[in-house]
């Protein structure tokens, strides 16, 4: 029988921004997606589409970064203000999108939709076809509260309040589509980008060294799906960082996507059980690169010269995931470009990899899921007026309970099954008393009783299970309920351990209280 035990060993903290999002205009994720636009039939609240809102709302993403991604690197932040039938008409070709790109969706929608959802905004800046200029601009823009021409232009555009934009990305994947970079010819021009960002933070010289400037500035970090190329990346890129004086730098950006586009009989809705097995553990290799990852980062650090003179600081880097999900191969009917259907298989990925990041949060300082609405291992979908909420969405709903919690160490005794993925998955938090464990089921056809136990008593608060009827299952417009969760049974407890009956390939999660 599987067994799980939760020690009361507290092993740090769950940053909220593990759970972040991605919002791309790519496909149906923007324009059609979260974006209908005022005039729409659709229901929407100042052109946002009302269902998806309140969706998000439900959910608080606590980060989300946009527009791109690809996009990010051929947009001009001054085509998305101003009235709206005065925008330019841009063409968007990314990722076989293929549409005119009305602007409609611009930095004024955007943050309100964060400060609608209780977001923080991260904005990626073009560094392919924009400029340093233009990136400044662009944070004075969101960011000035004194009364620049360009704060000016702000509030005239509705916003008097600066938009207190801390994440910035400079560039996005500039490596590929991005510019084609070597790490050092990247450098070389980050090192500009960085340098020319502006400051927001008003402080006395006196204080000036001591006082936290809240801006975290990303360079692009490696394509995580790459094994050599990666670690390339990576060390090369701290190498150039080390050479001669260092410039700002916060974080690094990782991508990494579960690729499954060479099996032609799984189409995502319709695969075997070696395809179940084959993407689980693609999603289980993320821990391994995030590990590396870390590794390189501290180490490249430690190769920074001594600073000499007054103003000596440690220098430290975050790793992000920007971009993470299933990645299947395209499907020929899909509505728009990378858009891709949802099973119970994406939610059990979904929830594995949130697992990873809860259990790397001593590493890993923030992760956006690609993409929130149409696009990729995507958290809803819309189809014409319906909006759908993916078996992913009620992952990231269920895990919530994590968000500020304190990691609990777990010690799992399971069998292993098919192509090195465990029967059995569980992940532990404290909060406020409250011990919240994920159980993740894979075992695609049989459900399951699994030991669960404590390093204390505990008392059972309540459980919900995320499964169907089937291992392909999705929601649709009509039937979108067919995968969401439901109340578990209450664990017989024998004295010593609770018995919880795990369905076949399942996502739950149990809430005790310690007493
Ligand atoms: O998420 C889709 C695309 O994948 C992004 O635009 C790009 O950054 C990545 O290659």
Redesign the pocket.
């Known amino acids: 029988m599987d067994k799980i035990f939760v020690s009361f060993q507290q092993s740090g903290q769950i940053q909220p921004e593990l759970h972040g999002q991605?919002l791309?205009h790519?496909g149906t994720c923007i324009d059609g997606g979260i974006w209908v636009g005022e005039d729409s039939t659709i229901a929407n609240d100042q052109g946002l589409r009302h269902e998806v809102v309140a969706a998000l709302e439900r959910l608080a993403p606590p980060l989300v970064r946009w527009p791109?991604?690809?996009?990010a690197d051929t947009y001009h932040w001054r085509d998305g203000i101003g009235p709206r039938d005065k925008r330019p008409a841009t063409y968007n070709a990314?990722?076989g999108t293929h549409t005119i790109e009305k602007n409609g969706f611009g930095t004024h929608e955007f943050m309100a939709l964060c400060r609608r959802i209780g977001a923080k905004p991260w904005l990626n800046v073009n560094m392919l076809s924009g400029t340093v200029a233009e990136m400044v601009e662009w944070a004075e823009y969101c960011n000035r509260d004194e009364g620049t021409a360009l704060a000016a232009e702000r509030k005239a555009h509705g916003d008097a309040t600066p938009f207190a934009v801390d994440y910035w990305g400079i560039g996005?994947?500039s490596w590929?589509?991005g510019g084609n970079y070597t790490p050092e010819g990247y450098v070389a021009e980050y090192r500009k980008y960085a340098t020319a960002f502006p400051g927001f933070v008003k402080t006395s010289m006196k204080d000036w060294m001591t006082v936290k400037d809240p801006t975290v500035l990303i360079a692009v970090g490696p394509d995580g799906n790459k094994p050599l190329e990666r670690v390339q990346w990576t060390k090369r890129l701290f190498k150039a960082f080390a050479d001669f004086r260092q410039p700002r730098l916060h974080a690094i950006d990782l991508?990494f996507?579960n690729w499954n586009i060479e099996t032609p009989q799984d189409t995502v809705t319709t695969f075997n059980e070696a395809d179940w097995y084959r993407v689980l553990a693609g999603a289980m290799e993320i821990e391994s690169v995030i590990h590396e990852q870390y590794r390189l980062i501290e180490d490249g650090l430690a190769e920074y010269p001594v600073v000499e003179g007054p103003f000596a600081q440690k220098h430290h880097c975050d790793l992000i995931i920007g971009?993470w999900g299933n990645w299947h191969s395209l499907d020929p009917n899909a509505p728009s470009a990378?858009w891709q259907q949802s099973t119970i298989r994406d939610a059990l990925t979904t929830a594995i990899t949130l697992d990873i990041f809860h259990r790397n949060c001593d590493k890993l300082k923030a992760a956006c899921v690609?993409?929130t609405v149409n696009?990729?291992n995507a958290l809803i979908l819309t189809d014409g007026e319906a909006t759908i909420l993916t078996p992913s969405y009620h992952v990231f709903d269920l895990y919530k309970v994590h968000r500020n919690g304190q990691r609990l160490d777990c010690d799992i005794q399971t069998a292993p099954s098919q192509a090195g993925v465990p029967e059995t998955f569980g992940f532990a938090s404290e909060k406020a008393g409250i011990i919240s464990v994920n159980i993740i089921h894979a075992d695609m056809r049989l459900a399951k009783t699994i030991e669960l136990s404590f390093a204390g008593h505990v008392e059972f608060i309540a459980a919900q299970t995320l499964h169907s009827d089937s291992p392909l299952a999705f929601n649709s417009a009509e039937n979108p309920n067919r995968v969401c969760p439901r109340p578990a049974q209450t664990p017989e407890f024998d004295g010593e351990k609770w018995l919880i009956e795990a369905p076949a390939a399942s996502v739950s999660v149990y809430q005790f209280r310690r007493v």
């Open positions: 991605f791309e790519l791109g991604g690809c996009f990314n990722f996005n994947e590929a589509g991508h996507y971009e990378l690609a993409q696009v990729l």
